[in-house]
């Protein structure tokens, strides 16, 4: 930096983003990190003495004693990642066919549709959740349409199952898919679609081979967007899953507002925040390398 | 595309999905017209009462001796859309303010920590909001700061800015850094550089950014759940609330109103966005 009065506008502009960020987002993620090595105190708070049972009754090192394993924990944590491992997968499999048919679409009419993907960016997550508690019901609008048509004969149980959860976040994270499918979907190289064919490849031949390597940068980024809220999710769970759709988040809401053990909720946070750390470092080291090849 | 069926195929399937995302929507707003105060999933006849009971308007449904009728949320729903939409303007201003600071000296300046900078400015929009919430509960609770509107203010900013930053950023990167280099080259200091060549410039993203801020603050749901404590809470803490504890009718009538407002919004934006590539 040259200049000096150019230093001090710099310094000005950064000052808010580093104090409000250090202060109100690395100072409380160091904290659950310190929390989850803390003694939890008797009546909720913490103990300032090191502590590693926290992370050893999701593992498997409890003591025994008053710290004992529960499978349980782990059960949790398998279970959140291949829900969103699973909202990965549909979404996927939703949007792909969709986004390509609205790249294919007239001007205006492209317009409207990708207006109405958009829309429920807007629009408010816990009303939507709602809206899938009044259709999921026993006494809801889907079994009150299945046993009209008689296609079953007593109400399905749908609500507070794993189903409605990942049912739930499909719908919730759809948008998120989407947008980043349309984008590599509409930038697809149509000349090279036609060349393939002309060559004699057959269809699949070519969505394998041209289609799909020049789509994967956005399949690549739509699943780390969906996946990186959907594996720490609490609201979908709590308000569509009953006791064998609960999730990290869940435990993680619990231990805070109601069991009052800090420590525990910490180190239940940090495995949480790790999967996330561990997913986008993956993503970026190969955006990086794919993007070193091109 | 060769194959008309295959085309054909493709529509349904397409039209499929949009009616999955807006159905939901629908059976909401059709809901909110039913009048079976007992069990709302049973339909009954077509009433406005839940309408006219929330905003204040009817006696009949403000009556609590008639349970049946009676809709309880009204004050409490109005105090949670005031707290919703004080939080949203304080965290719009705010985060609009730095977040767009922190885009020009990313884009204008070079310096050793830039790239630091930019990658670090990720991880607010990245992590997972129940981390950041209990993180933010924590914090709050061990400097001895009471959880009020105050709290829930600065639990939006810390990923909010991100979100104007990006947003700025991105227009940004479309300008040409030699009007700036005019304007110092004719005498400008660098605040009038900033103020007149610069920011006029940048309008449309800014715009932009704080719009898209609001909306995130008004549906925030799982940080405010977390640092709101007792007194204040804002509209979707409040919706949760209801759900938890057994929904009422009213509810879907509060919903539809909510869905009515973000369709406005929506659409306010997709102009604000056609006008900005005139």
């Known amino acids: ?294 | 595309m060769r194959n008309p069926i295959g085309w054909a195929g493709l529509t349904a399937f397409s039209l499929a999905f949009f009616a999955f995302i807006y159905a939901p929507l629908f059976v909401i707003i059709g809901y909110s017209f039913n009048s079976n105060p007992v069990n709302m999933m049973i339909w009954e006849s077509f009433t406005l009462d839940w309408y006219t009971g929330l905003l204040g308007l009817s006696d009949r449904t403000t009556d609590v001796s008639n349970r049946a009728a009676y809709v309880e949320s009204t004050g409490l729903m109005l105090a949670a859309l005031r707290t919703s939409l004080t939080v949203a303007l304080f965290t719009t201003t705010i985060s609009t303010v730095i977040g767009t600071a922190t885009a020009i000296a990313l884009a204008r300046y070079r310096f050793r920590l830039r790239g630091v900078y930019n990658g670090f400015l990720m991880l607010p929009m990245m992590m997972p909001d129940i981390v950041l919430g209990i993180g933010l509960l924590i914090f709050f609770v061990s400097i001895g700061m009471n959880l009020s509107i105050l709290t829930i203010i600065i639990g939006h900013c810390t990923f909010l800015t991100s979100y104007v930053f990006i947003i700025v950023q991105a227009r940004m990167a479309g300008l040409d850094p030699a009007l700036e280099e005019a304007s110092a080259d004719l005498g400008a200091s660098e605040w009038v550089t900033l103020r007149k060549v610069l920011l006029p410039q940048l309008a449309p993203g800014i715009l932009g950014g704080a719009l898209l801020a609001f909306v995130i603050s008004m549906d925030d749901l799982v940080i405010t759940y977390f640092v709101s404590g007792t007194g204040d809470t804002t509209l979707p803490v409040f919706i949760f609330g209801m759900i938890r504890r057994g929904v009422k009718p009213e509810i879907n009538a509060i919903a539809t109103l909510i869905i009515l407002a973000s369709v406005v919004i929506a659409a306010l934006g997709l102009w604000l966005r056609s006008r900005k590539t005139d």
């Open chain 1, 1 to 294: 930096m040259a200049n000096r009065r150019q230093s001090v506008a710099l310094g000005i502009l950064l000052a808010p983003v580093t104090l409000f960020l250090g202060v109100f987002f690395l100072l409380p993620l160091g904290i659950i990190a310190l929390f989850s090595v803390l003694t939890p105190g008797l009546y909720g708070g913490v103990e300032w003495a090191f502590y590693h049972w926290n992370y050893g009754r999701i593992f498997g090192w409890a003591d025994g004693i008053i710290e004992i394993y529960e499978p349980i924990y782990l059960q949790i944590l398998l279970r959140s990642l291949s829900f969103a491992a699973l909202t990965v997968i549909l979404t996927l499999i939703l949007c792909y066919p969709v986004a390509f048919w609205v790249s294919r679409l007239s001007e205006r009419w492209r317009l409207v549709f990708m207006f109405l993907i958009t829309l429920p960016f807007f629009s408010s997550l816990i009303v939507r959740l709602y809206a899938w508690l009044l259709i999921l019901k026993p006494s809801g609008l889907l079994n009150a349409a299945l046993l009209a048509l008689g296609i079953v004969d007593v109400p399905l149980e749908i609500l507070y199952t794993p189903t409605a959860v990942v049912l739930g976040m499909v719908y919730v994270m759809v948008p998120f898919m989407f947008l980043p499918l349309y984008s590599a979907v509409d930038n697809l190289d149509r000349s090279q679609i036609e060349a393939s064919l002309d060559l004699g490849a057959n269809r699949v031949q070519t969505f394998v081979k041209v289609v799909l390597p020049q789509t994967l940068p956005g399949i690549m980024g739509g699943a780390v967007i969906v996946f990186i809220p959907s594996v720490g999710n609490f609201v979908v769970p709590d308000v569509l899953g009953g006791a064998k759709g609960l999730m990290i988040g869940n435990l993680v809401e619990q231990q805070f507002l109601s069991s009052r053990n800090w420590p525990f909720g910490s180190a239940l946070s940090m495995i949480i925040m790790a999967v996330v750390l561990t997913v986008l470092l993956i993503s970026v080291t190969r955006a990086r390398k794919a993007g070193g090849h091109a």
